[in-house]
């Protein structure tokens, strides 16, 4: 089992502490110590004031935050949580994944969902009703330019013919890519093109929001989990190849007065049962010192005791 950090932006307004170059390398820094496996950032380039106001968050530009956050690391893996993949060019992700890639030395997980925030999608002039096919369709490209030297490439929404795209990752065959999404449609994803699982805790309001499928219990996950096993080996894949994210509610927050080590380790432990390899940890956002300490506070009362 391994732990992840997503830059603690949760809330709208933001503390200012957590975006200046000084703040982002010292969270990661921070994370890495801790012994935390996995950083990164959150994808909203285009939030409306209506989304901020009812709960939403200010996000950086994931790729030059990540960035960033790798010359202030060494070992920790650059994971997105997550990017909207319809949002941008297949061709522009591919070159953005791969320079993280090289410049971190191997260390990148293109983590990516569909997306389901109309005016965000309409703010960056995508067709809210094609993000499905867009996001197919650019998890095929993304891979061809990864692992091609001449792509040639005919499709509904992208096309291109002799496109030879230099330098390419370092990460062979190609950094992993993560889906996101709770339905049976993500996992089938993660079985054709995918090399993990990212679905997110959703109850039934919040799965209506984001236009997903309810999962509000151990006992779901696990019920996914099993699905997509068995999709995996359908295509002749292992399972034990595929990792598979997920947050832990047991035990409380880090970083909360009341936050129980021991019931957090309960809760991974259980998670691992059903499948689970990784687990997305949430730290305060409140101010830079609550979230360093929270960090160090997390890998000395959980990760050190794994």
Not at 49 to 64: C, I, K, N, T, Y
């Amino acid at each position: 089992m391994q732990f992840a950090i997503t830059h603690p932006m949760h809330s709208h307004p933001y503390n200012p502490e957590l975006v200046t170059g000084s703040g982002i390398a010292r969270v990661a820094a921070a994370a890495e110590a801790a012994g935390f496996g996995g950083f990164g950032f959150t994808d909203h380039p285009a939030p409306s004031q209506r989304w901020l106001e009812a709960g939403g968050h200010d996000a950086l530009d994931p790729f030059v935050a990540m960035g960033f956050a790798a010359a202030h690391t060494t070992t920790m893996r650059l994971i997105p949580n997550i990017v909207v993949l319809p949002y941008r060019n297949p061709f522009v992700v591919a070159k953005a994944g791969a320079t993280l890639d090289l410049v971190s030395g191997g260390r990148f997980t293109l983590a990516v969902g569909v997306g389901y925030l109309k005016r965000e999608f309409a703010a960056l002039g995508v067709d809210f009703d094609d993000r499905a096919s867009l996001f197919e369709e650019s998890l095929q490209t993304i891979r061809k330019i990864w692992t091609t030297e001449d792509v040639s490439f005919e499709g509904q929404h992208f096309s291109a013919k002799g496109i030879t795209a230099h330098p390419k990752p370092i990460s062979t065959p190609h950094p992993p890519i993560w889906i996101g999404g709770n339905t049976s449609a993500a996992r089938a994803r993660v079985a054709t093109h995918g090399q993990g699982w990212c679905p997110f805790r959703a109850p039934a309001a919040l799965a209506q929001t984001a236009r997903t499928a309810t999962l509000d219990s151990v006992e779901r996950l696990a019920a996914g989990i099993d699905d997509l096993h068995r999709r995996l080996e359908a295509v002749g894949r292992d399972p034990a190849g595929v990792d598979v994210t997920f947050t832990n509610e047991a035990g409380g927050s880090p970083g909360d007065d009341d936050f129980d080590a021991d019931a957090f380790l309960a809760g991974v432990a259980d998670l691992e049962k059903v499948g689970v390899t990784w687990v997305q940890v949430s730290v305060p956002g409140d101010s830079l010192a609550h979230t360093l300490d929270a960090i160090e506070e997390f890998g000395t009362a959980v990760i050190s005791q794994r």
